[in-house]
């Protein structure tokens, strides 16, 4: 079946950079994109961006565009979210979803919490 | 404005049908771009319960529904179940944006 496993809690302090991986198994990688989520505690769904995980070409939120790095290593079927120069807002769990139109499936998130 | 507007909450006492709307722009659900809805229960990942507007994937009882009209979309669930009670999001694209976007979430109290 689809799986997208994802990496453990990180504690970050602020202006840190945080690398999130994602590990898909089931199905055909550079077939499908991957998107990236995040949710702040208490907050609704936030998307971040997504890679084309064939061509590489990625498309970030116009807010995260100069922090965000989306990657994806066909070799090891894993796609990476990296975010720098962190601030206390950027608290949340992060999920990475497979991505055709729609999010399918959803790995099961990181949490990420940055404070001082 | 590129938003995706859901109302916070939403009720309905066991068996009864409740809908929940998804209010979007000309940059977004307006410009035909197709709607998504999820489901997240607490402290888990959400999951997909209707692409394109209104299919199910598989899995998902037929009580789940949606439909698209305009610059609005709506998720519908006949014969509520205690089950059911979790937050549920809308998404689309936006052009503007160059980028996909949610709705603000609603809750569902049953």
């Known amino acids: 079946q689809v799986q997208l496993v994802q990496s453990g809690v990180e504690v970050k302090k602020p202006g840190a950079s945080v690398k999130v991986s994602c590990k898909t198994s089931g199905y055909t990688f550079t077939n499908y994109g991957i998107s990236w989520m995040r949710q702040a505690p208490g907050q609704g769904l936030e998307w971040m961006g997504w890679?084309?995980?064939?061509?590489?070409?990625?498309s970030y939120a116009q807010h995260l565009r100069d922090r965000l790095t989306l990657t994806a290593d066909t070799s090891t079927t894993t796609a990476y979210m990296e975010l720098r120069r962190l601030r206390s807002d950027d608290t949340a769990v992060y999920y990475c979803a497979r991505a055709n139109g729609a999010f399918d499936p959803w790995g099961q998130g990181t949490l990420v919490t940055v404070s001082s | 404005q590129s938003v995706l507007t859901q109302q916070p909450s939403v009720s309905g006492a066991p068996g009864q049908r409740v809908t929940i709307s998804c209010s979007g722009s000309t940059s977004n659900i307006g410009a035909g771009y197709d709607v998504n809805w999820y489901q997240q229960f607490p402290g888990t990942a959400p999951k997909l319960l209707i692409y394109?507007?209104?299919i199910r994937p598989s899995g998902v009882p037929d009580r789940f529904s949606g439909s698209k009209s305009g610059t609005s979309a709506s998720l519908a669930i006949t014969g509520l179940q205690s089950e059911d009670e979790a937050d549920y999001y809308c998404?689309?694209?936006?052009?503007?944006?160059?980028?996909?976007?949610f709705g603000g979430g609603t809750k569902l109290t049953v």
């Open positions: 998404q689309s694209y936006d052009s503007s944006l160059s980028g996909s976007l």
């Open positions: 890679i084309s995980v064939s061509s590489g070409s990625t």
């Open positions: 394109g507007n209104n």
